[in-house]
């Protein structure tokens, strides 16, 4: 398609075929990325139906092309923490809970699965204020709030382990044994049974 333009002097000039318009390009922005939300609920969609069927590398391959044409969207990152929860990948089912939250942080299943991938690297303390968190969203939920009672009796226990390696720490009469003991306090900050 071509358009008459009028320079200056009042006379007609052509423009070039293949010059873009700015609202051929908006358009095109608009349906790219219309496109692109189509293709990734497709995949997303894929990757649930892989899950479910137990192909959790399939399902994470899925879950990640959706996400890589939409980087922001909380539901797939969450479902993908679910998948790397299962396969035991728990640093790479942390990060994607945590960028879950951080796209919507009011999202009650994304605080439950991140609460569960701290609980699962040994960060029971934020465990429990995850779970704490999502209940507030949810005070009616018998799941949160057994995994919360959970959480607490494993930071309870913690605790426990904590006073019980600083009174060896402090029976101990060689060297050796208070650094192991000293080792073994420090572990329990972050450790689970």
């Known amino acids: 398609m071509q358009f008459q333009l009028s320079n200056k002097q009042g006379v007609a ?13 908006n358009n095109c922005d608009v349906e790219d990325e219309q496109s692109n939300v189509l293709e990734s609920t497709r995949l997303a969609d894929v990757g649930v139906m892989n899950a479910e069927a137990g192909n959790y590398d399939a399902a994470i391959t899925s879950f990640r092309q959706a996400l890589f044409l939409q980087p922001k969207n909380f539901k797939v990152l969450e479902m993908l923490a679910q998948v790397y929860l299962e396969t035991d990948q728990l640093l790479l089912a942390l990060q994607a809970a945590e960028a879950a939250v ?36 949810d ?12 959480a607490q009796a494993l930071v309870s226990e913690l605790e426990e382990k904590k006073k019980r ?9 060689t060297e050796s044994e208070q650094e192991v003991h000293r080792c073994v306090y420090h572990l329990c900050h972050r450790a689970h049974s």
């Open 13 to 25: 000039t052509k423009r070039a075929p293949k010059t873009p318009s700015i609202f051929q390009d």
């Open 139 to 150: 005070p009616e939920s018998d799941e949160l709030r057994e995994e919360l009672l959970e």
């Open 165 to 173: 390696q600083m009174a060896e720490l402090q029976l101990a009469s």
């Open 102 to 137: 951080q796209e919507n942080e009011r999202w009650k299943e994304g605080l439950q699965t991140l609460a569960r991938c701290q609980r699962e690297v040994g960060e029971v303390h934020l465990a429990q204020e995850s779970f704490e968190k999502a209940l507030r969203l």
